[in-house]
Structures are given as structure tokens and as C-alpha cells.
């Protein structure tokens, strides 16, 4: 191994130590969330053992529902030497409300299937003809956006 390139990890390493698969690293390399700190002569990406807390970070982020672009937002704070804090709560706020339009909507997803399953099943036994594949899905109605 090259001197330079002593302590540092490979990113075989640290997808073993994050659980996350190497294919992901180089996603997150490709759109700026991670950096190698060195490539060798045969192009293995490395990186420093601080760089498992920011991918594991990332992980985290990832599952409260943060996006990658608002993660890479995040990062950028703490870069620019400011607290990120704020923003983490100002998109926390934002998702908060996007949760809750969703479940509205979920809610009215699960009434009409109710309705649905209550008027057709009885239906079950009805063969399709040219004009209808199943009664139950052929009566909903389309919502135009």
C-alpha cells in the first residue's frame, strides 16, 4: 500500500462497516455527499475513519424521511461553519405537514376501498366481458390532476 494512503479505508471497508453497499457510496460520491480523501494509483477510493460518522449520518437522515438533496443541504451548513440545526428544523416543520397531507390522503384512499370492497364484492362472481376487467376497479373514479 502506498504511504499516503496509511489509516485511510477502502471503500469496500466502509461499506461493510456502515452496512451500506458500495454502489451506494459511489452514488453519494457522484452527487457530492462524500468525498474520497485519496484514490490510489488504481483508482480505489479511500476515505478517513471520520467518514463512516457522516456516511452513517447520512443514513439516519435518510431514515426520518430527510431527502438526499435536503441531506446534502444539511451538510452544507455544518461546511459553511453554521449550526444546521435550524434548517433540520425548518425541513422537519415542512415534513411534518407533507405527513400529514399524506395521510389525509390515505385516509380517503382507505374509505373508498372500503366503500369498494362493501358494494362489489358480492360481484365476485361476475365474468368480464368487453366493456369491464373488474367491477370493483372499473368504478372508481379517475381524478384528473
Known sequence: M???????LKIGE????TGIA??????????GLVKPTDKSSAKYRY???DDVQLIVFVK??????FKLDEIKLILSERTSG???CPKVRD?????????????????????????Y???????????????NVCKMIDKVKVKRS
Open 82 to 84: 453554521k449550526s444546521p
Open 2 to 8: 502506498e504511504n499516503s494512503l496509511k489509516g485511510l
Open 117 to 131: 370492497i362493501l358494494n362489489c364484492c358480492h360481484e365476485e362472481d361476475s365474468k368480464p366481458d368487453e366493456n
Open 22 to 31: 458500495v454502489s451506494t457510496l459511489r452514488y453519494y460520491e457522484a452527487i
Open 91 to 115: 425541513l422537519a416543520q415542512t415534513k411534518i405537514l407533507e405527513l400529514r397531507e399524506k395521510i389525509k390522503d390515505l385516509k380517503l384512499i382507505e374509505r373508498d376501498l372500503k366503500r
Open 47 to 49: 476515505y478517513k475513519k
Open 14 to 17: 466502509i461499506a461493510k462497516i
Open 60 to 65: 439516519k437522515a435518510q431514515n426520518i424521511g
